[in-house]
């Protein structure tokens, strides 16, 4: 998977949150997008999922060489960030059958085997919306980064879990998401530790 970012600009009435951003992103890198609350991390990663347009500029997707269209790229990424909802009047069990229709699980993962991963086993008949916001985050990442996609995109991925469950996240990524393009937006150090490559939104944001 490779994206090219051609003079990326995004506003918001007059308020520029970034211009003229060309950056290529591709394996085997992993990439940190940084920048204070606020900054616009979260809008670019939007853009670079789909779900949002730029302003400006151009982006392209490709797999193996081949254009993917934009409107086809939802197929390959995988998102997850706190500010996602997820269907809370689901069971965990039911949240995640309903999410292996869209985006099926890699190396065939079962729905037990993922209850596993995530460490949620005994609350597999548990309402979403009785959740603690930790076990929330853990199934959105457990969610993103297990399915079979090409694109992992994560925004503020560790912001409401505790040290163990960090832990936790970084043994899900590296076991889960090696031949993948990963891009991570945070100021948070421990999110961003293992990226080797770092964008600082500021930079974007002069006239």
Request: charged residues 25%; proline residues 2%.
């Amino acid at each position: 998977m490779e994206i090219i970012l051609n003079n990326i600009t995004k506003r918001y009435l007059y308020d520029w949150i970034f211009r003229n951003v060309n950056q290529h992103f591709s394996i085997p890198s992993r990439y940190a997008v940084l920048g204070a609350n606020g900054s616009g991390k979260s809008t670019l990663l939007k853009i670079l999922a789909g779900h949002l347009s730029p302003t400006k500029g151009t982006i392209d997707y490709k797999i193996n060489g081949q254009i993917i269209d934009k409107d086809d790229i939802y197929q390959h990424l995988s998102f997850a960030s706190p500010y996602i909802d997820l269907i809370e009047e689901f069971t965990l069990t039911e949240a995640i059958n309903f999410h292996k229709q869209f985006k099926p699980f890699i190396n065939n993962l079962s729905t037990a085997d993922f209850l596993e991963i995530i460490e949620l086993k005994k609350a597999k008949d548990k309402a979403v919306r009785f959740f603690s916001s930790g076990m929330k985050q853990r199934l959105k990442l457990g969610l993103a980064i297990c399915s079979d996609t090409s694109l992992l995109l994560l925004d503020e991925p560790t912001a409401t879990l505790d040290e163990k469950s960090v832990d936790w996240f970084h043994q899900l990524l590296e076991k889960y998401a090696a031949n993948r393009l990963i891009i991570i937006a945070s100021n948070e150090e421990r999110d961003v530790v293992t990226c080797q490559e770092r964008i600082n939104i500021l930079d974007y944001k002069k006239k």
